[in-house]
């Protein structure tokens, strides 16, 4: 008995909806829990935002003539923070458990259902609380923009377009994270156990969160090529901020030619990330019950 | 065609040989041995459907690997198997919406949630007809009577209810082939009784094939069969359960009620003698000499009554994985 292609395949979002509806009912149980990881990260994200204050008194840009100045900053660093608490809310949480399921052998189960493992492990949670921080940044953008379109000097129109361009290059933002991510999570299965996950995840994305105009002289520039092409890590947010924070024209042409790369880096980390994914399951052992 | 056939089939991990001591273990950062751990020895095996098989096998010895060999979760080192014509570790949606996995010791239900979330969950992930899923889901809690139960978080139930529930989250979307791996570990008499007997009508009900770890005698000799020895990653002995002891049990229990007065002295010329509490008396023998030891034993002593019997099953395995556990030998490789 053949059974039909369509049923082969589970409605993943359907699947994706009921796994953020349980996170959610998960959330709302340990209730102080959620309401005090709120406001962490809300005061976190506020003393974030006092530093950079702090550093705009004392210089009007970021590096000379880079076109970062206060409010194009804000634009950017409202971009670092949406991107990253999407991140978080989505992806933090099972990279984590992913690494548990794998010295627990938990893993087993998921290899078990009907279902692509990699889409089961990497939306079975979603932690409701990091999304404050999305607000967050959607503010810190909202404020950003709002002032470099009403400034009495050079105030600049936003075209529709890049309405349009902005979620895309968010989203593929997102997307290289999740796959980095995803990557070094994976490695927990050849490593037993990988603790330094958070650190390192830290260290790498921390490049991501400067404009890059920044390591373009000097001794910065491997660092420039090796987080923007060996692990693209400073695309992510600079291609969105850059998007937003200056007018859309003129633009050089490296600029489009960055873009470009950022569509092609995103399918490339994703394909890499599935790769690594299968790989390492390969080579999984299930933890002896 | 059988439902399961398993050919050759071998498993060995690299693990990793830790030595006692700090020294050695800064040595071990960079000169390290490993040892090739033979998990599971070139087995074969055909199982028809409907079968109800149980492994038997001291901790170590395999099953547990074989079940997540034939289950997908892990690839074999060499060898073949074909589960209702699967390759198990292809992982195929098709194979894995046809069977499932119980373990005793882990548990896959959201641990802070009630378990009829995870029932949805299942139902959406295996695609289960809304009609059907009630219907089998109202099914399974009314012969496992945890209806009440449903809608409290899985971290308070007790062991005996949550492993009922694994139980049910694993038959909703009505699998052909199961296996279960120590499903009554750790439970009360009561609990693993009402487990015992929920498997049985539902294997008879269904006609589904079933293969069975377990460290209780009680679960196999209620609910298999056919058994399964396994010790040191090789099948021992493949059979009917009263034919373990007939295979390797050589020996026979004698028990004997003496008449009043006849004194027991002398009765161990003839045979081995497990105990003495007089008027009764044990005596053990090996299975071929009975007739001629039981008729010099009626010549010489004033006996009441006599029952020859085979020895205590649980004796007989243990014994066996005692002698499989002496005479297993792993490679060590430097």
């Known amino acids: 008995m053949k059974i039909a292609k369509s049923v082969e395949h589970p409605n993943y979002i359907q699947v994706f909806a009921t796994f953020a509806k349980n996170s959610l009912i998960r959330n709302m149980m340990f209730r102080t829990n959620f309401v005090l990881e709120s406001i962490s990260s809300a005061s976190w994200a506020l003393m974030n935002v006092g530093f950079y204050l702090i550093v705009f008194e004392h210089t009007n840009s970021i590096g000379r003539d880079t076109g970062w100045e206060k409010y194009e900053f804000f634009v950017f660093l409202g971009t670092t923070w949406l991107i990253n608490a999407i991140v978080q809310a989505f992806f933090m949480p099972n990279a984590e458990e992913f690494s548990e399921l794998i010295r627990t052998g938990g893993l087993d189960f998921a290899l078990l259902k009907p279902i692509d493992t990699q889409f089961l492990v990497s939306f079975r949670k979603v ?83 400067y404009p890059s105009e920044i390591y373009e002289t000097g001794w910065g520039l491997p660092l420039w090529g090796i987080f923007t092409f060996a692990i693209p890590v400073l695309v992510v947010v600079n291609v969105p901020a850059r998007l937003l924070a200056q007018p859309l024209t003129p633009r050089s042409p490296s600029e489009w030619a960055l873009a470009a790369y950022t569509l092609l880096a995103t399918v490339a980390s994703l394909l890499a990330s599935r790769w690594v994914f299968q790989r390492a399951l390969r080579s999984y052992r299930s933890a002896s019950s | 065609m059988a439902i399961i056939e398993i050919e050759q089939l071998s498993k060995s991990y690299r693990v990793y040989q830790k030595r006692e001591g700090l020294s050695s273990a800064i040595r071990g950062l960079w000169r390290r041995q490993y040892r090739e751990v033979d998990a599971v020895r070139s087995i074969d095996l055909r199982v028809e459907q409907g079968e109800f098989v149980a492994f038997l096998g001291p901790n170590g010895a395999g099953k547990t690997t074989t079940l997540k060999l034939l289950s997908g979760v892990i690839y074999p080192t060499s060898g073949t198997a074909r589960v209702m014509g699967y390759v198990p570790w292809e992982r195929s949606n098709e194979y894995r919406r046809r069977f499932a996995l119980v373990m005793g010791q882990k548990n896959q239900l959201w641990w802070d949630l009630p378990a009829q979330e995870s029932f949805r969950l299942h139902q959406q992930i295996y695609r289960i007809e809304l009609e059907q899923f009630k219907k089998t889901l109202a099914e399974l809690t009314d012969l496992l009577s945890v209806g009440e139960l ?185």
């Not at chain 1, 009495?152 to 593929?172: A, D, G, M």
């Not at chain 1, 997307?175 to 990988?194: E, Q, V």
């Not at chain 2, 487990?195 to 298999?224: E, G, N, P, W």
């Open chain 1, 127 to 209: 932690e409701w609380s990091s999304l404050a921080n999305v607000l967050f940044g959607l503010v810190l953008l909202a404020y950003g923009v709002s002032h470099l379109v009403g400034r009495s000097t050079h105030p600049w129109q936003i075209e529709p377009i890049t309405w349009l361009l902005y979620p895309v290059f968010v989203f593929c933002g997102v997307t290289i994270l999740y796959s980095l991510m995803t990557c070094l999570a994976a490695t927990s299965i050849w490593l037993g156990r990988n603790q330094t996950l958070y650190d390192f995840w830290f260290y790498i994305t921390n490049f991501s969160r």
């Open chain 2, 150 to 334: 449903l809608g409290r978080p899985v971290r308070e139930l007790s062991l005996g209810e949550r492993m009922k529930m694994e139980l049910i989250a694993a038959l909703l979307h009505s699998p052909e082939v199961l296996f279960l791996d120590e499903p009554t570990i750790g439970l009360d008499v009561v609990a693993q009784h009402n487990i015992q007997q929920f498997l049985k009508y539902y294997q008879q009900q269904r006609q589904i094939t079933i293969l069975l770890t377990s460290h209780y005698m009680k679960d196999v000799a209620a609910l298999c069969r056919r058994v399964v020895v396994i010790t040191s990653g090789a099948i021992k002995y493949d059979g009917s359960l009263v034919g373990v002891i007939d295979k390797f049990s050589g020996s026979k229990i004698l028990r004997l009620l003496l008449a009043a007065g006849q004194s027991s002295d002398g009765l161990e010329r003839f045979a081995e003698v497990e105990s003495i509490d007089l008027p009764k008396v044990v005596l053990r023998c090996r299975r071929g000499e009975i007739p001629k030891m039981l008729s010099s034993i009626l010549q010489q002593y004033q006996i009441e009554d006599v029952a020859v019997e085979d020895p205590p099953l649980e004796q007989v395995i243990a014994n066996l994985f005692e002698h499989a556990a002496s005479d297993s030998s792993n490679q060590v490789s430097l």
